[in-house]
């Protein structure tokens, strides 16, 4: 992966700003398709934190306009100061419009807006986008953005992994649909894990590629002296793609792959003819400080098991809610909530005792679920 101090910097700084690949962005759209070909029909999609010059969000719901069904698409851009652009080079697209402005492009944000066929070709497109200058820096915060938020009904984009919490506070204030990218570790936050609890939000329908998703980054942040790996940091086609981990996308849109039940073994069969060798090393065990199981690995959830169990985040990516109850987090303050008195120092409130080592142990991170009967 690329080096993750050189990541860290690029955060601490502010770049992180990681455009999404157009076919990432078409794979998981056409999921919802699939499962409800309205799930866009007739809706105000907006796309803030968004730039049709830069990013492929714009690009492909307006391609997709007439396909979708969309009434109005809707995308904001941060000012360029905003954004602190090392080397700006404003576009043939925004400097052949009448609206340009050398100054206004350095300090104000832009709306782009697609509600109707512009040119006359009979077709509503990508060359059909309106814009003008915001009267502020184009911040999803600022009342003029917010108030767009409103009108939206669907919220799409991939945010700033460093304001991906905020980000998500503020679709919630007024409860709208959303599809969003963010950083697997954001369940565990006390804002976002209650929403996953309550099927108020879930993970979204295609997987990247091992968990990581390949962004276009800035070329500024290419150091080959500093990338473990060139493999995952290279230009391709003129673009830097960066390997980010842990990459998922976050939703409240319903989808088919959420319904489908996981196939199940009895703890007898799991133990027998299971393939996990820590489950056939130990067995099951229980907890130490709490009444539930501890489940090595999803393949490991047994069929048979009526009581609550602790199971490893990967779960979520196979998550039916017909299927499973989730009652909390095995760590932290949502762990206090559910009763778990923390007794062992490590990554875990949760802890049992191996029963080979006879020491005391800590699992990884742990969500406690229960099937449901």
Partial sequence: MANNTNLGAAKAAKNDEFYTQYADIQKEVNAYLEYNPDTFRDKTVLLPCDDPEWSNFTRFFAQNFERLGLKRLISTSYAVESKKYKNYQPTLFETSSAWYDVDKTRIKGKIFELTRDVNGNGHIDLDDLEWHYLEGDGDFRSKEVC?????????????????????????????????????????????????????????????????????????????????????????????????VNGVRW???????????????????????????????????????????????????????????????DSLLDRYCPEQFEIIGLGAGDLAKEIGIVKNYRGRSDLAYTDPVSGKSSCPYSRIIIRKKQ
Avoid at 151 to 157: C, L, P, Q, Y
Avoid at 162 to 183: A, C, D, H, P, Y
Avoid at 253 to 271: I, V
């Fill in 147 to 243: 108030k767009l938020r409103d009108e939206a009904d669907i919220i799409v984009t991939n945010p700033p992994f460093s304001l991906f919490r905020e980000f998500m506070e503020w679709i919630n204030e007024v409860r709208k649909q959303f599809l969003v990218i963010g950083n697997i570790n954001a369940i565990h936050y006390k804002e976002i894990f209650p929403l996953i609890r309550d099927n108020k939000m879930w993970l979204g329908s295609s997987y990247f590629n091992g968990g990581a998703a390949f962004f276009i980054a800035d070329a500024t942040l290419y150091d080959p002296d500093k990338m473990s790996n060139q493999k995952n940091a290279y230009f391709q086609n003129g673009q830097f793609l960066w390997r």
């Fill in 250 to 312: 976050f939703t409240n849109l319903d989808h088919g792959r959420r319904h489908e039940a996981l196939q199940l073994m009895t703890m007898k069969d799991n133990l027998r003819y299971g393939k996990n060798k820590t489950l056939r090393d130990r067995g099951y065990i229980h907890y130490d400080n709490y009444d539930a199981i501890d489940i090595p690995a999803v393949e490991c959830i047994p069929s048979d098991y009526p009581g609550y169990m602790g199971v490893p």
